[in-house]
């Protein structure tokens, strides 16, 4: 999916060549998907952060984007699809917390259809104007309550959170489809991991994955 934007390849810091020094970072820490690589190698993040923050854009850590948020780390986001993918065919997809736009760009690569919910409207309408000029048609952004999900184009085979709950929100659990995966952090005793929620005919089997550190996730508009 081609890009359109003139500063898209950057320079310096933001060029083609650090990006593919991020991906074979991400290579080394474990991810092995060709497809993920690939959607991480494409996407420029250095176009969702500050232009203050640019030089800083590849390196595996994540970065303020206002409003009391963060663009994740790169490893975090393709360990995310990475489980997501995993033996699957890939569907239709539900990422909770758009934020600035990048995993929403990166998941754009690999899933058919993504849909992405954010509470924020400042951040909404952000992310908006990051992506217009990616032209990603496979690609729906709402503003809403992250914890009701996106009913109208439920099932998704896939949902994604962007944001740490206390507890998996039972109207994602509602909305995950028959043999569907959700991959989120869940906050425990003041840690949070990422854990993998996988449907089956019978409920929902929960593993662990890594630990991670990301925003705690709020109910409402914003």
């Not at 994540?62 to 393709?78: D, H, N, R």
Request: hydrophobic residues 45%.
């Amino acid at each position: 999916m081609a890009a359109a934007l003139k500063n898209t390849a950057g320079i310096g810091m933001t060029s083609q060549r650090t990006r593919a020094r991020m991906v074979e970072r991400l290579r080394e820490q474990g991810i092995r998907d060709g497809r993920v690589l690939a959607a991480m190698g494409s996407v420029p993040r250095h176009l969702f952060v500050e232009e203050a923050l640019a030089s800083r854009a590849y390196e595996d850590t994540a970065l303020p984007i206002g409003f009391a948020q963060t663009i994740s780390q790169p490893y975090v986001v393709a360990k995310m699809a990475e489980a997501l993918l995993a033996g699957k065919s890939p569907g239709r997809i539900l990422e909770v917390g758009t934020g600035c736009g990048y995993q929403a760009a990166v998941l754009a690569q690999l899933f058919p259809e993504v849909y992405s919910i954010e509470r924020i409207k400042g951040l909404h309408e952000r992310a908006r104007l990051n992506l217009l000029g990616l032209r990603l048609k496979n690609l729906r952004l709402a503003h809403g309550d992250g914890y009701a999900g996106l009913e109208k184009a439920a099932p998704f085979q896939s949902i994604i959170l962007a944001a740490a709950p206390r507890e998996v929100p039972e109207a994602l659990l509602r909305q995950l489809a028959p043999g569907g995966r959700m991959v989120l952090p869940l906050e425990s005793k003041g840690a949070q991991r990422l854990v993998l929620v996988e449907r089956n005919g019978r409920g929902f089997i929960e593993s662990a994955l890594d630990a991670v550190r990301f925003v705690p996730m709020t109910a409402g508009k914003a």
